[in-house]
């Protein structure tokens, strides 16, 4: 039998920014179908990891594979969906919710009109995300929460086999954390994988499979799946509740004045 394929193999991943190495020799992989967090203090490395894996971050040394394919040779960038940090849906440009998450077909369908099948996963996805009813009104019209619906509904739209999220629930009100959540657990049960940074577990903690401890740039610790969310929720009843509520206060919360901070 065929061992499964891995969406994302990065191995002794090292990058730089500002002349600072940021990651020391980072080992991950995410396997298809599989959902895995990366955990850590704000400056561990978390979303510069993310950057490396779609190429906003050149490695300094290391390899990444992405479906197999070293990353130099990777082309079928269909197959992968990015949902950057929380920033403004439409980047300021006046536009529909409709239109924005029609952007992500464009890997699909190149230059050409929105055909049946675009537009029937652009609707799929705006249904997901819950915000059909608002896919003719203006992005700058939306909520924080429902700007970040829409940057996943774009990335959703894409169908990916890969989806990558730096902090989607940042900032994002209490229901548009659960919406997210079911929108995600759709797309896992269909085969998606996903790679993840959060800050706080939150609605996202019973979809995780792994979590992976950053810390300084390194891989610090892998959590066990089966008990991510009682550590997460209930730290101080495991055998390791010590240890466990110093990793979640340490790398699950954050408070408003650091998000400025975050890298």
């Known amino acids: 039998m065929a061992a499964p394929e891995t969406a994302i193999s990065l191995r002794a991943a090292t990058a730089a920014l500002g002349g600072r190495m940021v990651l020391r020799g980072i080992d991950l992989a995410v396997a298809r179908g599989e959902v895995v967090a990366l955990l850590g203090a704000n400056g561990s490395g978390k979303s510069t990891a993310i950057r490396a894996v779609v190429g906003q971050v050149p490695l300094a040394g290391g390899d990444l594979d992405l479906f197999g394919t070293p990353f130099a040779r990777f082309r079928d960038w269909r197959r992968v969906g990015y949902v950057p940090q929380r920033s403004t849906a439409a980047g300021g440009v006046p536009a529909t919710v409709r239109e924005v998450v029609s952007a992500g077909r464009l890997a699909h ?52 086999d890969l989806l990558i999220m730096d902090e989607p629930l940042a900032g994002v009100d209490l229901g548009s954390q659960d919406v997210l959540a079911a929108a995600l657990h759709e797309r896992v049960s269909d085969g998606t994988s996903v ?7 939150g609605p996202f903690a019973p979809l995780i499979d792994r979590a992976v401890l950053l810390r300084d740039g390194l891989v610090e610790s892998v959590t066990h799946p089966e008990r991510l969310h009682d550590l997460a929720c209930h730290p101080h009843d495991t055998p390791d509740a010590e240890a466990a509520a110093s990793t979640i206060e340490a790398g699950l919360t954050v408070s408003e004045a650091d998000t400025g901070a975050r890298r």
């Open 109 to 160: 369908r190149g230059l050409r009109p929105l055909g049946r099948s675009d537009k029937a996963a652009v609707e799929r996805s705006l249904e997901l995300v819950g915000l059909a009813d608002r896919a003719k009104d203006s992005v700058n019209a939306l909520s924080g929460g429902q700007h970040q619906r829409v940057l996943i509904a774009r990335a959703l739209a894409g169908e990916p």
């Open 195 to 201: 790679l993840l940074v959060l800050h706080e577990l």
